[in-house]
């Protein structure tokens, strides 16, 4: 079981004896078993392993997105074992945010409306609201792509926008799953640089979930999820 050399209470992000498992014909495949982990701020936790093997499975438990068949997830000290689906829901809009594959952004949106869809969600002022999308994307290199549609968008930058979109909730704990599978390696590169550059300038605990290596680069820890165990391969220096 890997647990970070900076282990402390106050990790943003902890899993503590995570278990998880599949119907697999008559009897269940363990995901997770027992899994442990802790990550600290503005750390980027790589993790990798064969397709199939539980990877998105991990990032939704972290993510509050599912609740743990055993276990519990504990974000920015609040253990979320047993939370009301409500609380669980708040907590995540908090501290919680999610880049995703194809970046999932809503088609007739343009860049700017995608982050201020999240603030409100949050219910927050709109002047802010809006003064805080812009700020993210002119730091990710978006502030000419504000009034474009996701159609008008390369892949790379729709991915920029998507990890944008999930800062504006200014999260403590910040999950990608396979953001950087569908890009070219150059841009899948490009992405893992940003992601990683951002995690730490906002100093958010980060897990990145990938069965390709561009993130590798820019992990500080590259821990391998193989027959339910994390197994910690070796610290990467970026
Ligand atoms: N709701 C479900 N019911 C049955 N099997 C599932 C369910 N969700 C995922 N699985 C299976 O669990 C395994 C792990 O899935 P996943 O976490 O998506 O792995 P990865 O992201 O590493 O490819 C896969 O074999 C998948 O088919
Ligand atoms: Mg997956």
């Known amino acids: 079981m890997a647990t970070s050399p900076t282990d402390t209470p106050l990790a943003p992000l902890a899993l503590r004896g995570l278990g998880a498992s ?7 495949r363990v995901l ?19 397709s199939g093997s539980g990877k998105s499975t991990l990032l939704a438990l972290a993510g509050l997105l599912r609740a743990p068949a055993t276990g ?27 880049v995703y594959q194809s970046a999932n952004l ?6 700017r409306e995608q982050l201020e869809l999240a603030g409100h969600i949050r219910r927050r002022p709109r002047r802010e609201v809006r003064a805080h999308a812009d700020a993210l994307l002119d730091e990710l290199g978006l502030g000419d792509r504000a009034d ?32 950087t599978a569908s890009l070219d390696p150059e841009l899948a590169a490009e992405v893992a640089r940003i992601l990683a550059t951002e995690a730490h300038r906002h100093g958010a605990a980060t897990v990145i979930v990938t069965h390709d290596d561009a993130p590798l680069r820019h992990a500080d820890r590259h821990l391998h999820l193989s027959a339910g ?6 610290t990467v220096a970026s």
Do not use: F, H, K
């Not at 599949?22 to 269940?28: A, N, T």
């Not at 997770?32 to 064969?50: C, S």
């Not at 997830?73 to 999610?98: C, E, H, Q, Y």
């Not at 165990?229 to 070796?234: D, F, R, Y």
């Open 32 to 50: 997770l078993d027992d899994v442990d982990l802790d990550v600290a701020a503005g750390e980027v936790v790589v993790i990798t392993g064969p």
């Open 148 to 179: 474009q549609l996701p159609a008008q968008l390369s892949g790379g930058e729709r991915q920029r926008v998507g990890i944008a979109r999930a800062l504006m909730g200014s999260p403590t704990v910040l999950l990608a799953d396979e953001p």
């Open 229 to 234: 165990a994390l197994v910690e391969v070796g």
């Open 72 to 98: 519990d997830v504990v974000v920015s000290g609040t253990s979320t074992a047993g939370l009301r689906p409500r609380r669980r829901t708040d907590l995540r809009r908090t501290n919680i945010g999610i």
């Open 22 to 28: 599949v119907p697999d014909g008559r009897e269940r």
């Open 106 to 111: 809503l088609a007739p949106l343009t860049a």
